[in-house]
């Protein structure tokens, strides 16, 4: 998936995303939870924020949705086939708001395409309509510690793991595998921009450029490859 900005839209120094007319642009969200307590704690945190706009027939709607948010205590069978399902619809992003999440799932939920993970523990509304934006704006969202967990397990993994594609540290540039690490430790594009002294639209491109070229789906795919192959 693209983590390109759009012709149509721009995002707005606070993460909102913004239409050609300058107007703010509320983002369209379909709140997954197998427990309808988890559900209805969600929905009743985004219902008034004026930058989303909840809709209330998942199922029928779901074409519609921009971001696709699963909402579980934790991550089984039931909720990756649920992620995979989700995956297939290319218009929709997929952020996870989970009670439990150790490396292996981790794993699991970036290579269903998932682009931005909360835990329930930390998930009040302004936490949640966070992970909304950025879900929508493609920007990966993971907390420190599940990215240590990460880093430690893709860290034991040798060499000799990598796939018979022959990957190597030379399937990245210099660049591109620098500004996925900035990535990785959770930097924003703008972030990015300044601590590389490339403009936005530049590490924008070399982003798209990487999860276009590796067939990745988003940033946190991107990360999670990268590190799974030891390319960064």
């Known amino acids: 998936m693209s983590a390109s900005t759009s012709h149509d839209h721009a995002t707005a120094g606070s993460g909102r995303r913004v239409s050609r007319t300058g107007r703010p642009e509320r983002v369209t969200v379909a709140?997954?939870?197998?427990?309808?307590?988890?559900?209805?704690?969600?929905?009743?945190q985004l219902r008034h924020r004026p930058e989303v706009d909840l809709l209330a027939e998942v199922d029928a709607d779901?074409?519609?949705?921009?971001?696709?948010?699963?909402?579980v205590d934790h991550?089984?069978?039931?909720?990756?086939?649920?992620?995979?399902?989700?995956?297939?619809?290319?218009?929709t992003r997929v952020g996870l708001v989970v009670g439990?999440?150790?490396?292996?799932?981790?794993?699991?939920?970036?290579?269903?395409?998932?682009s931005a993970v909360l835990r329930r523990a930390e998930a009040d509304q302004?936490?949640?309509?966070?992970?909304?934006?950025?879900?929508?704006?493609?920007?990966?969202?993971?907390?420190?510690d599940l990215l240590g967990q990460l880093l430690s397990h893709v860290g034991s993994l040798r060499r000799s793991a990598l796939d018979p594609q022959g990957l190597s540290l030379s399937t990245?540039?210099?660049?591109e595998a620098d500004m996925l690490r900035l990535v990785s430790e959770g930097l924003d594009t703008a972030e990015i921009a300044r601590k590389t002294a490339y403009s936005e639209r530049t590490v924008k491109n070399v982003l798209h450029e990487i999860i276009t070229r590796l067939q990745l789906r988003n940033r946190t795919h991107a990360v999670g490859y990268a590190l799974r192959n030891g390319l960064i």
């Open 31 to 44: 709140v997954y939870a197998a427990d309808p307590i988890l559900r209805v704690g969600v929905v009743q």
């Open 62 to 71: 779901a074409e519609r949705a921009q971001v696709s948010l699963v909402v």
């Open 75 to 91: 991550v089984g069978d039931d909720v990756t086939a649920l992620l995979h399902r989700l995956r297939l619809n290319s218009a």
């Open 100 to 114: 439990t999440l150790g490396s292996g799932a981790l794993q699991r939920v970036i290579e269903c395409g998932v």
């Open 126 to 144: 302004d936490r949640l309509v966070h992970l909304v934006l950025a879900t929508a704006n493609g920007e990966g969202v993971l907390p420190g």
């Open 172 to 175: 990245l540039t210099t660049r």
